[in-house]
């Protein structure tokens, strides 16, 4: 027995099956972004008043690096998340929504590739 109406089964409209998955990477990026960013916090204040140096050994510590790397992309990640669903649910148009889903997840890699070789080339 099937809930999907005649039509519907002749068009093959259903779940997508992804929804879930979209859900959950929403709110496991947002749950590693806590620490992250508590660590991002502290880790500013204590290099208040120190100079360029300090922050290029800062940077240079592997423990560092590693986790600012992560916090760059699970903040870039998030945010793609979180735009894809304002402009499914604001933007109406088809190829509309398809264009700046589109921009969004090419904009948020490639500022997330470009944050990571940063830290990537401060840190070595």
């Given at each position: ?20 998955h979209h859900w959950w990477m929403q ?98």
């Amino acid at each position: 027995m099937t809930m999907q109406t005649p039509l519907g089964r002749v068009r093959g409209l259903g779940s997508a099956k992804n929804g879930t998955h979209h859900w959950w990477m929403q709110r496991v990026t947002a749950v590693a972004l806590v620490p992250l960013t508590l660590w991002f916090i502290y880790s500013i204040v204590s290099l208040l008043g120190a100079g360029h140096a300090a922050a290029e050994a800062w940077m240079a510590s592997p423990v560092n690096a590693v986790l600012m790397v992560l916090l760059v992309i699970a903040t870039f990640h998030h945010l793609q998340l979180g735009l894809q669903v304002v402009i499914e649910d604001y933007i109406h148009g088809e190829g509309v929504k398809i264009a700046a889903i589109l921009i969004v997840k090419l904009a948020s890699f490639a500022l997330a590739v470009l944050g990571a070789f940063a830290v990537l080339k401060v840190a070595f």
